[in-house]
């Protein structure tokens, strides 16, 4: 049950675009489409951003993106805010019925 | 509304026990597949346990044998009994839902409690 691989951080600028890449293995993320991706700000329990690789619940902004090759996904934010500074997660179903998630990362809006 | 609200924790002697309750409003907890997933201080989540509708569990091998995870269908509350507890088990431990069933797309953690904080240390 070793951790999905995030990575630690990322930062961009007001308006611009960044990606939060995700690699696991055949036996998770490249494995299932029940990959998703949480948002934590300090202090506060995590928020559900992307589910089932791509898709957004409703109430999240659509600059939020998600996508998968192989056994990396990636989460994609355009459009740069100051309130999407957090810490975002992936998590994934796994071959041996549990569920992994990623180690992290810090995004910093600069 | 769906809420979930965590109660429990507290500062236990490596050794000690503890049990973490969940207790849910606007959903049925048996009707859905309970977890609960902590995050030790500055680090990342970590999935503990799942209990899904038909009342089958699953560990994470950090927790196997000494975490059991159960619901009272009549109190509608998850709880997670926390036997031997060690030094690494300190964690903030939240109760989170995956809505059944999981369709061939679609499985994510979509509701959280705000968590309970669990210290083990002498």
């Known amino acids: 049950q070793s951790a999905l691989t995030q990575p630690a951080s990322v930062s961009g600028s007001p308006g611009q675009s960044i990606t939060i890449s995700c690699t696991g293995t055949?036996?998770?993320?490249?494995?299932?489409?029940?990959v998703s991706w949480y948002q934590q700000h300090p202090g506060k329990a995590p928020k559900l951003m992307i589910y089932g690789v791509t898709k957004r619940p409703s109430g999240v902004s659509n600059r939020f993106s998600g996508s998968k090759s192989g056994n990396t996904a990636s989460l994609t934010i355009s459009g740069l805010q100051a309130e999407d500074e957090a810490d975002y997660y992936c998590?994934?179903?796994?071959?041996?019925?549990?569920?992994?998630f990623g180690g992290g990362t810090k995004l910093t809006v600069l | 509304e769906v809420q979930l609200v965590e109660s429990g924790g507290g500062l236990v002697q490596p050794g000690g026990s503890l049990r973490l309750s969940c207790a849910a409003s606007g959903f049925t907890v048996s009707s859905n597949y309970m977890n609960w997933v902590r995050q030790a201080p500055g680090k990342g989540l970590e999935w503990v346990s799942v209990i899904y509708t038909g009342g089958t569990t699953y560990y994470a091998d950090s927790v196997k044998g000494r975490f059991t995870i159960s619901r009272d269908n009549s109190e509608n509350t998850l709880y997670l009994q926390m036997n031997s507890l060690r030094p690494e088990d300190t964690a903030v431990y939240y109760c989170?839902?995956?809505?059944?069933?999981?369709?061939?797309?679609?499985?994510?953690?979509?509701?959280w409690g705000q968590g309970t904080l669990v210290t083990v240390s002498s």
């Open positions: 055949s036996s998770d993320v490249g494995g299932y489409n029940y």
């Open positions: 989170a839902r995956i809505p059944a069933p999981c369709s061939s797309t679609s499985c994510p953690f979509d509701y």
């Open positions: 998590t994934s179903y796994t071959s041996s019925t549990t569920w992994v």
